[in-house]
C-alpha cells in the first residue's frame, strides 16, 4: 500500500486512527498496541501477502535470539555465538532475495559458465527491517536493550510508517514510546501538525517528484546520443527527483508517527545545502549514516588505527552502502565514489585547507550529481556517455539559433542547436525552455528555502494554515490518478 493512494488516505488511514484512539479511550492501552501491530501487516501484507509469513519468521527469530542473548552472561561465548548466529541468519536471507541473482550472474560473466536460478522477487522493506533487526541484536550483545515483550518488539519492526522505505530504527528511540502512556492519548496538536507534515510531504512527491520523473528515463536510456544541455538536464532531473521523492516520503512517515503520537527519527535535512561530502552525509538518509558509522566504521576500528586505516575503513563501508542500495555494480561504485570523495574531504580537512562557502558548496553539488549519474545508470557504459556528455567530450550544444544573436558563440567552439531540434529535453506547457526555468526553481528551493521541518517549527493551529495545506492537498489528490511508487522502495 502506498502512502500517495486513495486507499491508504481514505480508508486504511482514518481507520487506524479511529479504531486506534477509541481503544485508548477506554485504557485498553495493550488492544491499542496489538491494533497497531494488525495494521501494520495489513499494510504489509496488501503490497503481496506471500511475502508476510517471511517477515513473520525473521521477527521471531530474531526476538528469541534477542532475548537468549540478553539472558546469557555479557560479553560471554554464548552471547557471542548467538550474536553471530542472528546476524549471520539475517544475512543470508537478505543476501538470498536481494543479491542472488546479482552475484549469480556476476559469477557467469567472470567465470563464462551459466548458472541459472529461478527470479527471485525482492521482498519490499527487507532491507529495512533486516538492519533494524540486526542493530537491535548488536546492542542486546552490548547489554543495552531491555527484555521486551513479542508484541512490543514486533510492532517496533513493523510499524506501519517506517516499514517499506525507513527510517531505520533503533530500539532507544522507538520502543519506549509505546510504553508511554501520554502516548496513548489523542492530541489535537499532534494531530494538526501529523496532518500539515504529512500534506507537505504528499506535494512533493506527487506536485514535484511525479512530475519531474517523466524527464529522467529518456536522458538515462539513450545516454550515447543526448547532447551536453540534454545530459544536464537528465542528471539535474533525477537529482531533483531524487530529492523530493525521498524527502516526500520522510516528510509523511513522520507526519504519519505524530498522528499516533510517536516520534520518529528526522531522516532527512537539506542534504544539498552541504558544503562538504561529510556535512551531506549528515543530512542525507541520516538513519542510515548513523547505521553504517555505529555498525560498520566503528566496529571495523573507525579513526582509532592510523590514518590509512580510516581511509580504508571509510572505503569499506561506503562500498558496502552502495551495495546495500541495490544488486549492481553500479551502487557498489556509487557507494566507492562516497567512499573516495569522503577520503578527500577528511584529508582536506586535516591539511587545514578551506574554500569559500559558495565554492565549497557548488563542488560538493557537483560531486553528488556526478554520483547520483552513477547511482541512476543501468550500466558503467551508460553512465561514462553521460558524463563525457555533461564535461563537453561530446561536443558543447546549447540551445539558440545558429543564426541568431548567439551565432557568436559559434566561435569559441560551442553549437547551436534549435528548441526543437533537443529531442530530449523535456516540454513544460509546450515550452522546453520552461524545463530549464524548472530545474533552476527547484535548485533555489532546495538550496535556500527552510526545510519542511523547519517550517513546522512556526506551525500554529488557524484558519491560514488550514486553508493553505488544504489547498496544496486538494491538488494533490486530484493528482493522484497518475500513482506512482517511492523511489527508495527498490532499496
Not at 347 to 366: I, N, Y
Request: positive net charge.
Amino acid at each position: 500500500m502506498l502512502f500517495n493512494s486513495y486507499p491508504f488516505i481514505f480508508v486504511f488511514l482514518p481507520v487506524t486512527l479511529i479504531v486506534f484512539f477509541g481503544l485508548t479511550k477506554f485504557r485498553l492501552t495493550t488492544a491499542a498496541t496489538a491494533w497497531l501491530l494488525i495494521v501494520s501487516l495489513v499494510f504489509y501484507g496488501y503490497w503481496n501477502i506471500f511475502y508476510l509469513p517471511l517477515m513473520l519468521m525473521s521477527i521471531a527469530f530474531n526476538y528469541l535470539i534477542g532475548r537468549a542473548i540478553e539472558t546469557s552472561k555479557l560479553g560471554s561465548p554464548k552471547a557471542k555465538s548467538l550474536l553471530w548466529l542472528g546476524i549471520g541468519v539475517n544475512l543470508i536471507l537478505l543476501g538470498y532475495y536481494k543479491y542472488a541473482n546479482f552475484f549469480i550472474t556476476s559469477f557467469d560473466a567472470i567465470a563464462n559458465t551459466d548458472w541459472t536460478i529461478p527470479p527471485i522477487i525482492l521482498p519490499i522493506g527487507i532491507s529495512f527491517y533486516t538492519f533494524t533487526q540486526t542493530a537491535y541484536l548488536v546492542d542486546a550483545y552490548r547489554g543495552e536493550t531491555k527484555k521486551q515483550n513479542l508484541l512490543t518488539y514486533a510492532l517496533f519492526v513493523t510499524f506501519f510508517p517506517h516499514l517499506i522505505a525507513g527510517p531505520i530504527l533503533h530500539h532507544k528511540e522507538m520502543i519506549p514510546q509505546f510504553h508511554r502512556l501520554r502516548n496513548f492519548v489523542f492530541s489535537h496538536k499532534n494531530i494538526a501538525r501529523g496532518l500539515v507534515l504529512f500534506g507537505l510531504g504528499l506535494a512533493k512527491k506527487v506536485l514535484i517528484a511525479d512530475n519531474i520523473s517523466p524527464w529522467v528515463a529518456p536522458v538515462f536510456n539513450n545516454a550515447d546520443s543526448v547532447s551536453f544541455i540534454e545530459a544536464w538536464v537528465g542528471a539535474l532531473s533525477y537529482t531533483f527527483q531524487l530529492y523530493f521523492d525521498f524527502s516526500g516520503y520522510c516528510d509523511m512517515a513522520i507526519g504519519l508517527g505524530w498522528m499516533i503520537n510517536i516520534d520518529l527519527p528526522i531522516n532527512f535535512d537539506s542534504p544539498y545545502k552541504a558544503r562538504s561530502i561529510s556535512e551531506f552525509w549528515r543530512r542525507w538518509h541520516i538513519t542510515l549514516s548513523n547505521f553504517l558509522r555505529d555498525y560498520l566504521y566503528i566496529p571495523l576500528g573507525g579513526n582509532r588505527k592510523g590514518e590509512i586505516r580510516r581511509y580504508a575503513n571509510l572505503l569499506i563501508t561506503m562500498l558496502l552502502g552502495g551495495l546495500w542500495h541495490g544488486a549492481g555494480w553500479t551502487y557498489v561504485a556509487w557507494g566507492g565514489l562516497h567512499g573516495l570523495y569522503l577520503c578527500i574531504n577528511h584529508g582536506w580537512r586535516k591539511a587545514g585547507l578551506s574554500l569559500p562557502k559558495l565554492l565549497a558548496w557548488a563542488v560538493t553539488f557537483l560531486a553528488v550529481v556526478v554520483g547520483w549519474v552513477l547511482f541512476r545508470s543501468h550500466t558503467f557504459s551508460e553512465a561514462m556517455e553521460l558524463l563525457k556528455a555533461m564535461v563537453g567530450m561530446k561536443g558543447i550544444v546549447l540551445p539558440g539559433e545558429p543564426q541568431g544573436k548567439l551565432s557568436v558563440l559559434t566561435q569559441l567552439g560551442l553549437q547551436l542547436k534549435s528548441w526543437k531540434d533537443l529531442v530530449y529535453l523535456p516540454e513544460v506547457n509546450g515550452s522546453k525552455a520552461l524545463s530549464i526555468v524548472v530545474l533552476v526553481a527547484l535548485m533555489l528551493c532546495s538550496t535556500l528555502l527552510p526545510n519542511t521541518q523547519q517550517i513546522l517549527q512556526r506551525f500554529k493551529p488557524n484558519w491560514w494554515w488550514a486553508l493553505g495545506v488544504g489547498v496544496l492537498t486538494s491538488f494533490c489528490l486530484l493528482s493522484l490518478n497518475r500513482i506512482s511508487e517511492f523511489l527508495y522502495f527498490q532499496f
